[in-house]
């Protein structure tokens, strides 16, 4: 993927190599106990990621937030993903009022190494990036990338851009009103039908990534042979059978919050090929 063309994002705040304030853990002093306590109550967690929710760590919120660097980042993974973002911009302002009559509102993309303190909790770059409704934040430490492709076998620029377009859509699903629709219904069920839900939401972020790709290769033509395939190897890769596999050895369908290996792909691929919001709408489908 030729990115380097692509417009740098001025959203991004650069907190690598930053530390927490409050010291090392972060959810000592300044933690707001009841809103943690809430959450953790209703059975829910605010925050959206690309795989593997297991391996995550619940935190509780934090009243101080950290400030980061503004303007573009000057290493090249830092460019990268500024760019990346960027294009989403492009795309999703004309995107969006074309498909769906609204204006885009773009989300913040945060770069944290180690651990931060997120709209939405504590975050640890174990859990892999992703994206807080509340503060309307991407949350990526890059070094997930290297991850990607030494752990996952998954790597590739494309790869990694269709990582922060899943993010990205998950905040045109906030956008849309989506996502706080189904965090209600979630409180309302158990947590097998909440799992069900969570899922739908993950595959219409692949979905929608599939249709930031198509209409950013339809207007930039950025594409390069083998990235469609490397980022259908990604989708696969992080397929909630795949990682629980790898994590216990068994695969158990009703824990999946983000989808089968193939649902991902075949979602991906469906936003990939039309380019339409609306083949996207995993709450309408019958079979996922
Ligand atoms: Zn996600």
């Not at 969570?198 to 950013?216: F, I, P, Q, T, Y």
Request: negative net charge; glycine residues 12%.
């Amino acid at each position: 993927m030729r990115w380097e063309d692509f417009r740098t994002s001025t959203n991004v705040e650069d907190r690598r190599g930053m530390g927490i304030p409050g010291g090392r853990g972060g959810l000592g002093i300044g933690t707001i106990v009841i809103l943690g306590l809430l959450g953790w109550a209703l059975g829910i967690d605010p925050r959206l990621l690309i795989g593997g929710a297991e391996m995550m760590q619940r935190g509780g919120f934090q009243q101080e937030q950290q400030e980061g660097r503004r303007g573009a980042p000057t290493d090249e993974m830092g460019r990268f993903a500024a760019n990346i973002l960027g294009n989403t911009e492009d795309v999703w302002s004309k995107v969006l009022p074309a498909q769906a009559n609204r204006q885009y509102d773009p989300p913040k993309l945060v770069l944290f190494s180690g651990q931060t303190q997120s709209g939405c909790g504590f975050a640890q770059s174990a859990m892999g990036p992703f994206y807080c409704p509340l503060d309307k934040s991407v949350y990526v430490d890059l070094s997930f990338f290297e991850d990607m492709r030494r752990r996952f076998g998954a790597g590739g620029d494309f790869a990694y851009a269709y990582v922060i377009a899943h993010e990205v859509g998950h905040h045109v699903e906030n956008e849309l009103g989506i996502l706080p629709r189904v965090q209600q219904r979630q409180r309302e069920v158990d947590q097998r039908q909440a799992n069900q839900l969570s899922v739908r939401v993950e595959l219409m972020a692949d979905c929608l990534a599939g249709v930031w790709a198509h209409n950013s290769e339809q207007r930039y033509q950025s594409l390069e042979k083998g990235d469609i395939e490397e980022a259908i190897n990604a989708a696969q890769a992080i397929g909630d059978d795949r990682l629980q596999r790898q994590t216990s050895g068994r695969v158990v369908p009703d824990s999946f919050t983000h989808g089968s290996s193939q649902q991902r792909v075949q979602w991906l691929t469906r936003g990939l090929e039309s380019g339409q919001i609306s083949s996207c709408d995993t709450f309408r489908a019958e079979r996922l």
